[in-house]
Nanobody
Framework: QARLVETGGGLVQAGDSLRLSCTASGGILTTMAWFRQAPGKEREFIASMTDNGSTTYRTSSIKDRFTISRDNAKNTVYLQMDSLMPDDTATYYC?????????????????WGQGTRVTVSS
């Protein structure tokens, strides 16, 4: 049973950058991903990365501002977020799966973190 712990959230101003981290313990995690959920909205996929470096992003506009990376030796996945906007305010969740996932619409990940809150003020 894997455990995921996210860190790096906080309160920032519009235009700022923030880097989230998610460290996993236990289990073989082929795919690690980031989701977010804003108040009153559904959880949405942001990006994922397999252990061989293959990435999937929800949209090209997300890819322009957010970058997913991964350190397999540290069992850690990162989400670098640049040019943050108030609409990026949400709780950001890390997810992981034992299989290679390339489908941006897939939400059935094996493991989920507790989330880290990001608030972007205007």
């Amino acid at each position: 049973q894997a455990r995921l712990v996210e860190t790096g959230g906080g309160l920032v101003q519009a235009g700022d950058s923030l880097r989230l981290s998610c460290t996993a313990s236990g289990g073989i995690l082929t795919t690690m991903a980031w989701f977010r959920q804003a108040p009153g909205k559904e959880r949405e996929f942001i990006a994922s990365m397999t252990d061989n470096g293959s990435t999937t992003y929800r949209t090209s506009s997300i890819k322009d501002r957010f970058t997913i990376s991964r350190d397999n030796a540290k069992n850690t996945v990162y989400l670098q977020m640049d040019s943050l906007m108030p609409d990026d305010t949400a709780t950001y969740y890390c997810a992981a799966d034992r299989l290679a996932i390339y489908n941006a619409g897939y939400k059935g990940y094996d493991y989920w973190g507790q989330g880290t809150r990001v608030t972007v003020s205007s």
